[in-house]
Nanobody, 117 residues
Framework: QVQLVESGGGLVHAGGSLRLSCAASGSIFTGEDMGWYRQFPGKRREMVAL?????????VDSVKGRFTISRDNAENRVTMYLQMNSLKAEDTAVYYCKAPGIPTIPWGPGTQVTVSS
């Protein structure tokens, strides 16, 4: 079954760290660029980090130097990570993973990250 499931969120103090995981089930993901997105209350989802199928990375300015995206490809799945360091209150959001080139695959449930100041 092709699906995306995020995990690893939680409550952390400002300055702390979290590591998010994304289980992308299905061989369709192995050759795709993958991204982490976040959604603030009442706002649209925004991409915060992207990793290409070849491993190149790109980040939104607000997380550069603090977040690191990585991925492990297996035969029938991709596991993607987002290491988040030096967290700020403004990083509080629901985080999602997605293959931006396959918009028809439904969004996963997301994982809530809450940073207390």
């Amino acid at each position: 079954q092709v699906q995306l499931v995020e995990s690893g969120g939680g409550l952390v103090h400002a300055g702390g760290s979290l590591r998010l995981s994304c289980a992308a089930s299905g061989s369709i993901f192995t050759g795709e660029d993958m991204g982490w997105y976040r959604q603030f209350p009442g706002k649209r989802r925004e991409m915060v980090a992207l990793i290409t199928s070849g491993g190149r990375t790109n980040y939104v300015d607000s997380v550069k130097g603090r977040f690191t995206i990585s991925r492990d490809n297996a035969e029938n799945r991709v596991t993607m990570y987002l290491q988040m360091n030096s967290l700020k209150a403004e990083d509080t959001a629901v985080y999602y993973c997605k293959a931006p080139g396959i918009p028809t695959i439904p969004w996963g449930p997301g994982t809530q990250v809450t940073v207390s100041s």
